[in-house]
C-alpha cells in the first residue's frame, strides 16, 4: 500500500518522464559520403537537405559533415515524401514535424493506457 494520497499518485503517474541518456559509448557517426551512398543520392542534395534543416547534421573536428546512424531512413523518408506526394521541401519540414509530433502523442497515449480501437495511422 502507498503512503501518498490519491491525487498525489495520481500527479505522480501522469507526469511526463524526462529520459536521460549517458554518454557510455560515443554514438556511432556517419560521414556525408556514407549518408549519400546508403539513402542512393548525390552529396550535394544532402548537403542542401541539410541547410533546409530537413535532416540534422554536426560538424566534426575537421570541420566535416556527420551525421547519426539513423540518417539514411530520415533522408528515405524526404524522398518518398517529395515524390510519393509531390512536396517541395519546405512543406516536407512542416510533413516531417507533424509526423514527429503525432508519432510522440500515439506513444504518450500508449503510455498512458489509453486504448483506440483505431490502428495508428503514422
Not at 494520497?5 to 501522469?14: D, E, G, I, T, V
Not at 556517419?30 to 560538424?59: D, K, N, Q, W, Y
Request: aromatic letters at 4%; a positive charge; glycine letters at 6%.
Amino acid at each position: 500500500m502507498s503512503t501518498h494520497p490519491p491525487k498525489a499518485r495520481a500527479a505522480a503517474r501522469s507526469a511526463p518522464v524526462a529520459s536521460v541518456q549517458y554518454a557510455l559509448v560515443p554514438a556511432r557517426r556517419l560521414t556525408l559520403e556514407t549518408v549519400a551512398s546508403r539513402a542512393g543520392l548525390h552529396p550535394e542534395l544532402v548537403r542542401r537537405f541539410v541547410a533546409l534543416g530537413l535532416i540534422e547534421a554536426e560538424r566534426d573536428a575537421a570541420g566535416r559533415l556527420v551525421f547519426p546512424e539513423a540518417a539514411p531512413a530520415t533522408l528515405a523518408r524526404v524522398e518518398r515524401l517529395r515524390t510519393g506526394l509531390c512536396l517541395n521541401y519546405a512543406s516536407i519540414g512542416l510533413v516531417l514535424d507533424l509526423l514527429d509530433r503525432i508519432g510522440r502523442l500515439e506513444a504518450a497515449l500508449r503510455r498512458g493506457g489509453a486504448r483506440s480501437d483505431e490502428p495508428p495511422w503514422t
